[in-house]
């Protein structure tokens, strides 16, 4: 499977950006989705989650800036940030997920490149 996310940038604080995620080499439409940011000296956190059939989490941080949405016609999935803060400045990948234990865990190894957004005035 490849995890190609792209759409990242510098954008000032209160901006938005739009993050795109191409799955391929897999059945993109039976897996549950989620997009993940790894901020610089920290580890890896998942921010968002969208299942196969459509519901939607997220985690406090981002409740109500962020907005997860998929195209399975695309194999995408997508990210839209408004409300930008500095602190959302991290590298952005995205992954198939499932839940075991109460908790979100990333389904693929391989996490492709990520996205770059950098938050700052």
């Known amino acids: 499977v490849q995890l190609q996310a792209s759409g990242g940038g510098l954008v000032q604080p209160g901006g938005s950006l739009r993050l795109t995620c191409v799955v391929s080499g897999s059945r993109f439409s039976i897996y549950d989705m989620g997009w993940y940011r790894q901020r610089p000296g920290k580890q890896r956190e998942l921010v968002a989650t969208i299942t196969n059939g459509g519901s939607t989490t997220y985690v406090d941080f981002v409740e109500g800036r962020f907005t997860i949405a998929r195209d399975n016609a695309k194999n995408t999935v997508n990210l839209q940030m408004n409300s930008l803060k500095p602190e959302d400045t991290a590298v952005y990948y995205c992954?198939?997920?499932?839940?075991?234990?109460?908790?979100?865990?990333?389904?693929?190894?391989?996490w492709g490149q990520g996205t770059l957004v950098t938050v700052s005035s």
């Open positions: 992954n198939a997920v499932f839940r075991s234990g109460g908790i979100w865990h990333n389904h693929f190894d391989s």
